[in-house]
């Protein structure tokens, strides 16, 4: 298992900007396919962005239409982090916010729960005025 960590949340005003950081101390992040999902008051999880692995497949990543032009996400391999920036937030951004990573290190990231088998805890991220 990798102990996934997110930081970042918090409580942010309508168009302005979060970073969320996802971490472990144990094993390479860019080995692995990342998923960052978020679940909202009362909703399942919903898939906002992914990025392969980096050694791997390269690194391509995907977008939930939602955030497409807002999001991105992107690796620091220094840090041994994965992050998603968010852009010009909007209150129905509001949820926590999970990474994910794939175990299976060839597979393709997608934006669905079920391609991840080991989780973090979740950060909170209001967008209110």
């Known amino acids: 298992q990798v102990p996934l960590v997110e930081s970042g949340g918090g409580l942010v005003q309508p168009g302005g900007s979060l970073t969320l950081s996802c971490a472990t101390s144990e094993y390479t992040l860019d080995h692995y396919p990342i998923g960052w999902f978020r679940q909202a008051p009362g909703k399942d999880h919903e898939g906002v962005s992914c990025?392969?692995?980096?050694?791997?497949?390269?690194?391509?990543?995907s977008y939930a239409d939602a955030v497409k032009g807002r999001f991105i996400i992107g690796r620091d391999s220094a840090k041994n982090t994965v992050y998603l920036r968010m852009n010009d937030l909007k209150p129905e951004d509001t949820g926590i916010y999970y990474c994910?990573?794939?175990?299976?290190?060839?597979?393709?990231?997608?934006?669905?729960?079920?391609?991840?088998?080991?989780w973090g805890r979740g950060t909170q991220v209001t967008v209110s005025s």
């Open positions: 990025v392969n692995s980096q050694v791997i497949t390269g690194g391509g990543t």
């Open positions: 994910a990573a794939n175990s299976n290190l060839f597979s393709t990231c997608v934006l669905s729960i079920g391609g991840y088998n080991m």
